[in-house]
């Protein structure tokens, strides 16, 4: 399920990624927090936004940071049940 969720969200933001369309809504203490917590996970996601900038030049929002860390940690739960 989590798998199937994160897909929908990478299809989504790839559509914004060669669209150059920047998502706008703001949860940035969320996401502060989620990283300390996540260190495992938010290593993918940098790894996510580096390829992405370098790539395509495009520059990910927090809450794109926020939603693909969300996705990533459920994904990294799942495996280690």
């Known amino acids: 399920m989590s798998y199937e969720r994160f897909l929908t969200h990478l299809k ?15 949860m940035q203490e969320i ?3 989620l990283i300390e917590e996540n260190e495992y996970a938010y ?3 940098r ?3 580096e390829y992405i900038e370098k790539q395509y030049s495009y520059k990910l929002t927090i809450d794109e940071r926020l939603y693909l860390l969300i996705h990533i940690k459920r994904i990294l739960d ?3 049940e």
């Open 12 to 26: 989504f933001f790839a559509t914004r990624v060669f669209d150059n369309t920047i998502y706008q809504d703001s």
């Open 31 to 33: 996401y502060k927090v």
């Open 43 to 45: 290593s993918g996601v």
């Open 47 to 49: 790894k996510i936004v």
């Open 78 to 80: 799942e495996q280690s």
